[in-house]
């Protein structure tokens, strides 16, 4: 439908202006285009009037407010025709760089289609600011650090509050000052001029190329540390140390262990992570745990959070578990950090951080 409008659309500046109680035969295509339209507005059908060049919705606002009324015969005729043209089209394309890389998405390669993307400045969605909206905030961030205070704060205008709010408290205070300055001066912005800022940001966000591992690489070897037996982490930190010794600090930092619990695992998220882990193998963690003041702290940490019934049976099968050596022991406390790790991935609980 749209481009049986926009064939027709595209005839507007090359035909005379007849009168509209004149036979259809006799009206241009200009007449007929906002004829066709007014009818299915009429009747209640969402038209993709924006997808239009600006020019041509000029043009059809500028045709339907000349028009008045049209006979019934004329309009049948026109409706007829219109009907005629559309059913004769076998196979539509998508207009532009944008519509034909959606059409093309999961048949080409992704590197493809991040290249064309950053050289036509395409991007998914009607609105530009939706694509940008959906980048997380650290992303954001980066993008705000790298632009003037007047870009910036059309970014933290266009954003939802709590999202704004948010990347605000990322940012260093002259930084977050300069910015909710500058949002004062955003009222007198044209649309048209927060339009073309959101497009040339979300081309730019959506340009960079794709990468084969999502997690920074502090984060990769972080987690496969945390569920490595403590000799190997130990050997490989020592390791990173003497060739790197800053890399290394931001991998320790990055480290989740079975005695980090306490810090780093919200109170209400304990229950949920021991019906994650087996009860066997938390029951042996726990009693592992036993001999070790540092780790008698965890112990007590995960009982003191679980509701009471189901802590008395785990502290009854503590109790009666006997001595485990410090193997099996490790090895049941890495099986409760997986659990953790896999919780917190599917987004189902969050780890702490120092700044929260």
């Not at 959506?206 to 999502?214: G, I, K, L, S």
Request: glycine share 6%.
């Amino acid at each position: 439908m749209s481009t049986a409008l926009a064939r027709q659309d595209d005839d507007f500046a090359a035909q005379p202006f007849s009168s509209p109680g004149a036979p259809s035969r006799s009206l241009s295509r200009r007449e007929k285009a906002a004829i066709v339209v007014r009818l299915l507005l009429a009747e209640g059908v969402k038209l993709p009037l924006m997808s239009l060049p600006a020019a041509l919705q000029a043009e059809l606002i500028s045709q339907m407010s000349r028009m008045r009324f049209i006979d019934r015969q004329t309009l049948r005729e026109v409706a007829e025709e219109f009907a005629t043209e559309l059913d004769g089209i076998g196979l539509a394309f998508p207009g532009g760089v944008d519509g034909a890389l959606k059409a093309l998405e999961g048949a080409i390669s992704a590197d493809v289609i991040a290249r064309m993307r950053a050289q036509s400045g395409a991007f998914w969605g009607e609105d530009p600011w939706e694509t940008i909206s959906r980048f997380d905030v650290p992303k954001l961030v980066e993008i705000m650090q790298r632009e003037s205070p007047e870009i910036g704060a059309v970014i933290l205008s266009k954003l939802d509050v709590s999202k704004a709010a948010e990347l605000l408290g990322k940012l260093p205070g002259p930084e977050a000052r300069r910015l909710t300055i500058a949002v004062s001066d955003t009222a007198d912005v044209m649309p048209d001029t927060v339009r073309c800022i959101g497009a040339a940001l979300a081309a730019q966000l959506q340009a960079e190329p794709p990468r084969a591992f999502t997690a920074a690489s502090v984060e990769r070897i972080g987690a496969i540390l945390d569920v490595s037996p403590g000799p190997t982490r130990e050997e490989v930190l020592a390791g990173l140390e003497e060739e790197d010794r800053e890399f290394a600090d931001r991998v320790r930092a990055a480290i989740f262990t079975f005695v980090d619990i306490p810090e780093r695992v919200d109170p209400k998220d304990v229950a949920i992570i021991a019906k994650t882990v087996e009860q066997p193998s938390l029951v042996a963690a726990l009693a592992g745990a036993a001999g070790d003041p540092k780790m008698a702290v965890v112990s007590d940490f995960i009982l003191s959070k679980l509701p009471g019934r189901l802590a008395d049976t785990i502290r009854t099968e503590v109790a009666e578990f006997g001595p485990v050596d410090a193997t099996s022991s490790e090895a049941a406390q890495i099986a409760v950090v997986r659990a953790v790790r896999r919780l917190v991935d599917s987004g189902e609980i969050k780890l702490v951080t120092a700044s929260d």
